[in-house]
Nanobody, 115 residues
Framework: QVQLVESGGGLVQPGGSLRLSCAAS????????MGWYRQAPGMQRELVAS???????NYADSVKGRFTISRDNAKNTAYLQMDSLKAEDTGIYYC?????????WGQGTQVTVSS
């Protein structure tokens, strides 16, 4: 069994910051990529940021310069530092892990940006 435990979501005012964490545990072998996706109400799930085992990163244009993804390979944990948050960043944020055997998804954590 593999579990992805996400944390760090919540309510924040525009311009504020949040840090999301995603910890993978269980019978997981080699992890290739770790990433964060988000889904706003009525919208499709979209990639926010991803990072490879070699620390190469990829970001959605809408978050470049504001969000930073990082990972701790020893802990199988990925982080998403979100700064200068905007109302349009609101949504459920899901962690995705691409491993040798399959892809895994977290349960999602709500991020709400509102005054």
């Amino acid at each position: 069994q593999v579990q992805l435990v996400e944390s760090g979501g919540g309510l924040v005012q525009p311009g504020g910051s949040l840090r999301l964490s995603c910890a993978a545990s269980g019978s997981i072998t080699s992890i290739f990529n770790m990433g964060w996706y988000r889904q706003a109400p009525g919208m499709q799930r979209e990639l926010v940021a991803s990072i490879t085992s070699g620390a190469y990163t990829n970001y959605a244009d809408s978050v470049k310069g504001r969000f930073t993804i990082s990972r701790d390979n020893a802990k199988n944990t990925a982080y998403l530092q979100m700064d200068s948050l905007k109302a349009e960043d609101t949504g459920i944020y899901y962690c995705k892990v691409v491993a040798v055997e399959k892809d895994y998804w977290g349960q999602g954590t709500q991020v709400t940006v509102s005054s």
